[in-house]
């Protein structure tokens, strides 16, 4: 059973800065793809950043964001820079083993989830 611990969301004031963990014992962590999704309310899941080889972002974080990992300790980050109220969301990692690169930014390739956590910027 793969499990994903997400941790680090909360409510931060527009410009702040903010990291999200996501920590996934129990598995050989490198084999796996790990991506970052979010979802605003009424809003479909949208990709936000990936890293396989090296990072993928969203146009809309790029620049702001940087996805990192630490294989040692099975845990991927999202530091978030800047944040603006059109962040807010439940922010969910994903990781899969067999993710192909053209389909990276596909929430249909990931078959593990987290529980998400919540992000609010206020204005």
């Known amino acids: 059973q793969v499990h994903l611990e997400e941790s680090g969301g909360g409510l931060v004031q527009a410009g702040d800065s903010l990291r999200l963990s996501c920590a996934v014992p129990?598995?050989?962590?490198?084999?796996?793809?790990v991506a970052w999704f979010r979802q605003a309310p009424g809003k479909e899941r949208e990709f936000v950043a990936a890293f396989k080889w090296r990072p993928y972002y969203a146009d809309s974080v790029k620049d702001r964001f940087t996805i990192s990992r630490d294989n040692a300790k099975n845990t991927a980050y999202l530091q978030m820079n800047s944040l603006k109220p059109e962040d807010t969301a439940v922010y969910y990692c994903?990781?899969?083993?067999?993710?192909?690169?053209?389909?990276?930014?596909?929430?249909?390739?990931?078959?593990?989830w987290g529980q998400g956590t919540q992000v609010t910027v206020s204005s």
């Open positions: 129990g598995v050989t962590f490198n084999r796996y793809t």
């Open positions: 994903a990781i899969s083993s067999t993710v192909i690169l053209s389909q990276i930014r596909a929430h249909e390739s990931y078959g593990y």
